[in-house]
């Protein structure tokens, strides 16, 4: 009976251990690591479209905007990324400018890892490489699930998983609130339609029950409905 349970205590410790395996923010606060942390200020460009492209940004506090401007000027938020995302890792793969503009959408403080330092890393730490690629892969699942939802799906729907997206659905059965820095004039530039359709369809939302300010904007689950409506 000892070993038994000496084996099951020896099985839980390893997957505590595998579940505790890499903590990216502690390794990239560790000795060793070349980067600086920067603080922005709400509405302060972490970059602009254009820029040189020298570094990978990792969000400790706070959230930044990404957006992309047309030659005519039109404007296109292309993501809204908030604590533990990555961002700017176009550099790794030979791009030499910014695509789009990263903005602060609150007081944020960020890691910068210069584009050598973080290559030397990747290489030499597998475990920040898996937790890398795993985030990567996960941003190109999105982007193809985003441009599918642009080409196919309503106005409403794409409202519907921005919000969903936006609370980080399924991290939390309860309701999740939506950062107040996003507004509706920025909720219409996700989605690609005007900010009084989105102005309708929250107060939609809202009378179903979906969503609620209580305090600020909160997302009920049952809102993917919306989503799975044919």
């Known amino acids: 009976m000892k070993a038994i349970a000496s084996s099951r205590k020896r099985k839980s410790k390893r997957k505590s251990l595998k579940k505790q395996a890499f903590d990216a923010?502690?390794?990239l606060d560790s000795a060793g690591v070349s980067r600086k942390v920067v603080?922005?200020?709400?509405?302060?460009?972490?970059?602009s479209q254009g820029d040189c492209a020298t570094s990978v940004m990792y969000i400790q506090e706070g959230g930044v905007k990404l957006s992309v401007v047309n030659e005519v000027g039109k404007e296109a938020v292309v993501a809204i990324?908030?604590?533990?995302d990555f961002f700017g890792e176009g550099c790794l793969a030979g791009q030499e400018v910014r695509m789009g503009t990263a903005t602060a959408i609150a007081p944020t403080s960020i890691l910068v890892i210069e584009k050598k330092e973080m290559m030397r890393v990747l290489h030499a730490e597998h475990a920040l490489s898996d937790r890398f690629m795993a985030y990567i892969l996960s941003r190109n699942i999105r982007i193809e699930e985003d441009l599918i939802d642009q080409l196919f799906n309503s106005s409403e729907k794409r409202l519907a998983r921005t919000l969903l997206l936006l609370t980080r659905y399924g991290r939390n059965s309860e309701p999740q609130k939506v950062r107040p820095e996003v507004s509706q004039e920025m909720l219409a530039e996700m989605i690609g339609t005007t900010r009084s359709r989105v102005n309708f369809f929250m107060n939609k939302f809202r009378k179903l029950g979906f969503i609620r300010y209580n305090g600020g904007l909160q997302v009920n689950s049952s809102l993917l409905s919306v989503v799975l409506h044919e």
Do not use: D, M, T, W
């Open 25 to 27: 923010q502690a390794f």
């Open 39 to 47: 603080v922005y200020r709400k509405l302060q460009n972490v970059y």
């Open 81 to 84: 990324l908030g604590p533990s």
